[in-house]
């Protein structure tokens, strides 16, 4: 079985816990590889050989530190379809959606290429009698990516592209779930050009976190993950003097207004309600629609779409919609929150929970499942299930609806679908929300604008990539200068003789 390693140094090192944990095949069952846990010795060895190489990296010139996402994003682009497979292979989304993963992480490269027009500083001229002012943006230094399993390319790749950009050198803590795109992204920003040490992926669980978390080096913390984790890291990187920005779970809403076109919206449901059996941070798992005939169309609709849905492994080519769930326990998990749905009374119209593939028996996969009639007091509604289930709440108005996606605990993504500018122009005016989608289901915005939730979905001061990943992972000093007068009236500008 493969023995997968940190990235320590510019080198694959061997980890010296002796503690692993198992990679699997999600679509068999299977163990494919053990990852090392890192102890907090190597942790800090790791941090210590960072901070070193961050020196030199930090001074280099903003525009080479640029060249070097240049050349990684090129080489991204030329390992597209083996970077795709690496998270197919653990993750157990299909290849296209695998190929999406990567995409939308290149996506934050390219922005960084041009990343050193927004490392500019500031400047006032003549702000007092011979003063000036400036400001300028220096990198924090060591700085943590904590990452989750559910895009193990783009997510690791949101962290480290404007991370490196800014002249730190950052500590990579995959999802030991799915290790294996961010040791393969590290070999390949060695050859784009980036020093040695100025990246260290170090696996590991809760005991290497904590231990990112006590390290007095490390400047800043990036954290994409569960609600509760975001909380807990955010709490103990702020006690200990990080900055720290942890991004938590969902429970996204889509309102479905009764002018809104029902087809695209039936489509527009499946499509984010299924997609990557629901693991998505952005994933729709909530749909709201507003009127009893605009539910009972929507049921109408989505029934069959649901029925028709292809789940099956990666390997079985680009027409299956959906793959396996991450783990049997999430599985167990999801299966356990659709029982406790039926108990509560809630209606379950579409049953994917007997769902066998044959030939992979021993795979983590989930039928689609949908529930109408939810109402806001049941666990299916109150939980972020992360899987391929969708439940639909039934609001008699607009406001209810919104009032509903307001009240919820967490703010990552919403949508609306309607014909009608005013009522979709009020939804994005006054939800509570941190990304709207109009008559779009997944609203996660392209890199050059940035992402995040509000509410119980996001922790900390400022968003993921674009112009706010430049600010967080950098430092604002600011020089106040005065040169005194008459210097050059003294000054002596004959060329003398020397005496
Ligand atoms: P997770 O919280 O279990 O793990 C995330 C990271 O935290 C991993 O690297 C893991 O090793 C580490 N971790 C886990 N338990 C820990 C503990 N007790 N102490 C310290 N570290 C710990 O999340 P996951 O299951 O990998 O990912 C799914 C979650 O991530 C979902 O809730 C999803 O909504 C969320 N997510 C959010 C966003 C966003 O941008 N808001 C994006 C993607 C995923």
Same mark, same amino acid.
């Given at each position: ?84 497979? =690496? ?7 299909? +290849? &296209? @959606? #695998?190929?999406?993963? *990567?995409?939308? /992480?290149?996506?934050? %490269? ?74 393969? =992204? ?7 050009? +980036? &020093? @040695? #040490?100025?990246?260290? *992926?170090?696996? /590991?669980?809760?005991? %290497? ?291």
């Amino acid at each position: 079985m493969q023995e997968l390693t940190h990235w320590i140094d510019g080198k694959h090192v061997k980890g010296t816990s002796g503690r692993f944990t198992d990679v699997y095949n999600p679509a068999t069952g299977e163990v494919q590889a053990k990852v090392p846990l890192a102890t907090v010795e190597e942790l800090n060895a790791a941090v210590a050989r960072a901070a070193e190489a961050q020196v030199a990296w930090g001074d280099t010139n903003p525009q080479r530190r640029a060249r070097v996402m240049m050349k990684f994003g090129a080489l991204i682009n030329e390992h597209m379809d083996e970077l795709a497979e =690496l998270v197919s292979r653990e993750h157990g989304k299909t +290849l &296209p @959606d #695998g190929r999406g993963d *990567v995409q939308r /992480g290149l996506e934050v %490269v390219e922005v960084c290429m041009g990343g050193p027009s927004l490392l500019k500083g500031e400047y006032t001229d003549a702000g007092g009698p011979g003063i000036d002012l400036y400001s300028m943006r220096q990198p924090l230094g060591v700085v943590a990516g904590i990452t989750p399993f559910n895009f193990p390319a783009m997510i690791p790749l949101w962290k480290l592209a404007p991370a490196l950009t800014c002249g730190n050198a950052m500590i990579l803590k995959p999802s030991e779930r799915c290790p294996s795109t961010s040791l393969r =992204l590290a070999e390949l920003l060695q050859e784009a050009g +980036l &020093p @040695d #040490g100025v990246l260290q *992926v170090v696996n /590991g669980d809760k005991e %290497v976190v904590d231990a990112i978390l006590d390290n007095e080096t490390v400047a800043g913390v990036g954290f994409v993950g569960s609600t509760p984790i975001a909380q807990y890291i955010y709490g103990r990187a702020a006690t200990n003097g990080k900055r720290a920005q942890c991004f938590g779970g969902a429970k996204n809403h889509m309102i479905i207004m009764p002018d809104a076109d029902m087809d695209k919206a039936a489509d527009a449901l499946v499509g984010a309600g299924f997609g990557a059996a629901g693991e998505r941070c952005m994933a729709i798992s909530v749909a709201v629609p507003v009127g009893k005939e605009t539910a009972d169309t929507l049921v109408e609709k989505l029934m069959p779409r649901i029925e028709k849905l292809k789940v099956g492994p990666y390997t079985a080519g680009d027409d299956v919609d959906y793959g396996p769930v991450i783990t049997q326990a999430a599985k167990d998990r999801i299966l356990g929150l659709i029982d406790k749905g039926v108990a509560q009374g809630a209606d379950l119209v579409v049953d994917g929970r007997d769902f066998t593939l044959q030939g992979y028996e021993n795979g983590y996969f989930v039928g689609p499942s949908m529930f109408d009639n939810v109402t806001p007091d049941m666990d299916i509604y109150k939980e972020e299930i992360f899987g391929p289930v969708l439940s639909q709440v039934r609001t008699d108005s607009y406001e209810e609806a919104l009032k509903l996606t307001m009240d919820n605990p967490y703010g990552n993504g919403t949508a609306i679908f309607t014909a009608d500018g005013d009522t979709a122009r009020d939804f994005a005016h006054r939800v509570n929300v941190g990304m709207v989608g109009i008559n779009f289901p997944i609203p996660v915005p392209l890199s050059y604008h940035t992402f995040g939730g509000w509410k119980k979905s996001a922790f900390g001061d400022l968003n993921q990539y674009g112009p706010d990943a430049f600010r967080f992972y950098t430092k604002t000093k600011t020089v106040t200068a005065r040169w005194f007068s008459g210097i050059k009236e003294g000054g002596e500008f004959n060329f003398k003789a020397m005496e």
